[in-house]
């Protein structure tokens, strides 16, 4: 039998069970392409709905599956609003949902996920657990390594592949509200098939608990059961269970598929990333998610290599939990080879009828043995609808806990599917297992900040650097090749440096006119965020710069504080990575020489608001693993065009000049270098201190500009002052809903290639390789800079007139050596 024609030859997948049974699904009419109908030897439950769309029982497209999830991200995320949505987690039920989970916290965009489990982890604590009522197997373990990942108050949101109770979810919220209430939960299914009762008992629960309890799914209806459907769902279900053992005595057809191996069984390394969480069994964080969109087109590309050529109907194969990377790789596989029709589901531990009928969900079953030393003991395992399906390649995903003898074996997964066709690959990605919690040995004392004249060309008092000095070490790389290699995922783009830019003439001229023009602008911003700073935050703030961007501005707020109100404040610089957070070495040495609550973290502006979020998870990851408590990660800025701030000078999208130039008006120092041989457990991230370029050095004389304008200003500060105190400054993350349209709008579909406002696509221009800048119609002067950048590299300038912003730079979302635009020319260099 082969059934690769779509949706069963026409007919509705729960037809079988609805004439034998009288169960019907009443609801929407999405349900029948949702859903399908079938039996399981289960003494709660007779029938089982069965997904089209989850991957779990149904061979699917992967980008159905990641798709239908990453949707109901979507909506999850439009239901709480961006800062909710930034301060939530997403916690996905074992075995089916886990990967349904994962695809919610993607729709999400910057949450971390965590899943349910029924493996237990040596050594790692239980951070709650719950029961669920009808399933197979019903203890369900957390086991997160960051045990505050559970701890916090923002919106906990629960995915599950169907809600038919919601008893699980009661259990889930019962258990954790008692350990870690919170205001807000979200549930999210494909489904929810819910009596009405069983609705309004979960309405109740959330009035007893004084929280709000919203609820998200793609379809909705109640599945219709008559009287009596339990015992004769059992009877049936013996019958043909009976029939089928007599055909395997015999000569008749088997649907479990149960026959010698005949194809090929070979293994594939996918060269995993070290370190890299399999999935969400103990966590998986926004971080963990950049590091595996990075490595996913080489490990695709592996899989691809090893498919034989003729290959033309390939299933790729999870295993139970280990849902979430086997699809990914699918999908990206999937991408990778348009020709083929790549289909992904998992193997499962729950024991379905098998009835080879069109009207009927499960039409073959693989049986075998459970191949990774279960905590609840041997026992059988099941792949559906993997026999018969005319599958040329099956490539089996499985963890290096499950690669063991009896996966192997005469009876094992890989012989069975063997069986049923020509090529079996094995692909094994690392268990990730914790390290045990611990504090690791550091030094006594961390190094004094760099200071200038030694580093930098600022005065000594003017800023300390929390980095050491790699001035001595070549970490340059041409725009191209370092952007290659980014996009690539062959490194971060905190490993190297650019090519500082040597400007033009011309150039340096607009620089200059722009300094002249903006420097009351400048001045006044600066005094407001100032005095916001000291009204609300710490009238003796330690100023902490997010270097290098944000050091310019420190500086002037210092400034402005001694110039206004006779205060020396401290001022030091420190490094934050996007992806990996900030120096939490400089975090224990400010804490040890300051109160945390005094320190005030400073940056020039925000665009789509990623190092806010970033600032924010690094400060709650460096507590959570034991730092001094008490930073606040709010940022103050120079401007706040994404609106992603409350304290801030200014929310225009104007010219700050600093954003012109690179180390020429940062006091000569590169951007922040991590690099794992270059940067130690105990050392402050790097930096480069250029001192061949005093020559072209501006960056005292940026500063000494606008402090000039002090005071004509000071009457200007005072009354934008008054008018941000009484003003709603409360962040709506504009900027971030601006990113995501501009990204999907033009195909780029990466946040991370999108910079938005004056001052990144500055950036853009003299960091990456741009493919076009948008422009809002009628910017003036603040784009003469920009203008004259893009002409020099050959990048389009497109006029735009709905942009929030006053310009966008766009990195060339697919970028290969030389290559400028969707149409592959190469830039004018």
């Known amino acids: ?69 990453f949707a109901l991200g979507r909506r999850v995320r439009d239901l709480l609003g961006p800062g909710e949505a930034a301060r939530a987690v997403v916690l996905g039920y074992a075995e089916t949902a886990t990967g349904l989970g994962h695809c919610v916290a993607d729709g999400l965009g910057g949450t971390p996920y965590l899943h349910s489990t029924r493996r237990p982890v040596h050594g790692v604590a239980r951070a709650g657990g719950f029961e669920e009522s009808h399933s197979h197997a019903t203890s369900h373990l957390l086991l997160p390594e960051d045990p505050s990942l559970l701890v916090g108050d923002g919106p906990l949101v629960l995915v599950d592949d169907e809600f038919s ?16 209430p919170r205001r807000r939960y979200v549930v ?21 608990m004084g929280a709000r309890v919203d609820l998200v799914a793609t379809a909705s209806g109640t599945v219709r059961l008559p009287e009596g459907v339990l015992e004769k769902g059992q009877a049936l279900v013996a019958r043909y269970e009976a029939e089928s053992a007599a055909r395997a005595a015999g000569d008749g057809p088997q649907p479990s598929g149960d026959l010698k191996p005949h194809g090929e069984i070979t293994r594939v390394d996918l060269n995993w990333p070290a370190g890299l969480p399999d999935g969400g069994r103990h966590g998986f964080t926004p ?83 459970a191949h990774d030393d279960p905590a609840d003991g041997p026992g059988d395992r099941y792949a559906y609808n993997v026999a018969g399906a005319g599958f040329d390649t099956v490539v089996a995903v499985v963890d290096s806990a499950g690669d063991t003898p009896a996966l192997h074996a005469p009876d094992g997964l890989a012989a069975q599917l063997a069986a049923h066709t020509s090529q079996v690959l094995v692909a094994v990605v690392p268990s990730y297992v914790p390290e045990p919690l611990h504090l690791p040995e550091r030094p006594a004392m961390l190094p004094e900040p ?39 995922g062959g490194a971060h783009y905190a490993e190297s440096l650019p090519v500082e830019y040597q400007p033009s003439e011309q150039y340096q001229e607009l620089f200059h006119a722009a300094l002249d023009a903006s420097a009351d ?97 690094a400060i709650e990851e460096f507590e959570a693993g034991g730092g001094p408590a008490g930073f606040d990660p709010e940022i103050a800025v120079l401007a706040d065009p994404g609106s992603c701030v409350r304290t801030y000078g200014t929310r225009e999208d104007f010219l700050i000049p600093s954003a012109c130039l690179n180390s020429t008006v940062s006091g000569l120092i590169s951007r922040t270098v991590l690099r794992s041989d270059l940067v130690g457990p105990d050392d402050f991230h790097g930096a480069k201190f250029y001192r061949e370029l005093a020559g072209a050095d501006v960056s005292v004389h940026f500063l000494d500009a606008v402090s000039a304008r002090f005071p004509e200003v000071a009457d200007a500060v005072d009354a934008t002052v008054k008018e941000l105190q009484s003003g709603d400054r409360e962040p709506t993350w504009e900027g971030w809903k601006a990113v995501e349209r501009i990204s999907e709008e033009y195909g780029i579909h990466d946040v991370n290639l999108v910079k938005p406002g ?9 960091r990456r390789v741009p493919w076009k800048i948008l422009a809002r119609t009628g910017a003036g002067a603040d784009l003469d800079h920009v203008r004259l950048l893009a002409d020099q590299r050959g990048v389009p300038v497109e006029e735009v007139s709905d942009l929030p912003y006053t310009c966008v730079g766009l990195i060339h979302p697919k970028y290969t050596r030389g290559a400028t635009g969707a149409d592959g020319k190469a830039v004018a260099l």
């Open 165 to 180: 109770t919601g008893n699980t979810v009661l259990n889930t919220i019962r258990d954790l509200h008692e350990r870690y």
């Open 287 to 369: 971080a963990h998610r950049e590091r595996l969109e990075s490595a996913l087109p080489e490990m695709a590309a592996r899989l691809a290599a090893a498919l034989p050529e003729d290959a033309r109907r390939v299933l790729v194969l999870g295993n139970e939990e280990l849902m979430y990377a086997p699809l990914r790789l699918a999908h990206a596989l999937e991408q990778r080879l348009p020709s083929a029709e790549i289909r992904f589901s998992t193997t499962t531990r729950s024991p379905v009828l098998a009835v080879d009928d069109p009207g009927y969900a499960i039409r073959t079953r693989l049986v075998f043995p």
């Open 758 to 766: 004056v001052g990144e696509t500055t950036r853009v221009l003299l």
């Open 450 to 488: 760099l200071r200038g004249p030694a580093f930098s060309s600022y005065a000594p008092e003017e800023v300390g650097w929390l980095l050491q000095d790699l001035s001595d070490v070549t970490l340059e790389a041409p725009t191209e090749e370092r952007e290659e290699a980014i996009q690539s």
């Open 521 to 617: 602008r400048l001045a006044r911003a600066v005094g407001a965020v100032t005095e916001l700073v000291l009204a609300e935050r710490s009238p003796r703030p330690v100023l902490v710069s997010l270097a290098r961007a944000g050091t310019p501005v420190g500086v002037l707020m210092r400034r402005w504080a001694q110039h206004r109100h006779g205060l020396d404040l401290p001022h030091y610089a420190v490094s934050i990575v996007r992806g990996r957070g900030i120096d939490a070495n400089a975090l224990r040495w400010l804490a040890a020489h300051h109160d945390p609550a005094d320190v005030v973290f400073v940056d020039g502006w925000t665009g789509k608001g990623a190092i806010t979020r970033e600032l924010a998870a």
């Open 188 to 208: 999210v299914a494909l489904v929810d098939m819910r009596s009405p009762a069983d609705a309004g008992r979960l309405e109740e629960f959330a009035r007893e």
């Open 1 to 69: 039998m082969n059934h690769s024609e779509s949706e069963n030859d026409g007919v509705w997948s729960g037809t079988w069970v609805a004439e034998r049974l009288g169960v019907a699904l009443e609801g929407d009419d999405s349900l029948p392409a949702l859903l399908g109908l079938a039996l399981r030897r289960n003494p709660k439950r007779a029938h089982l709905l069965v997904s089209h769309v989850l991957g779990k029982h149904v061979p699917q497209f992967p980008s159905v599956v990641h798709g239908h999830g």
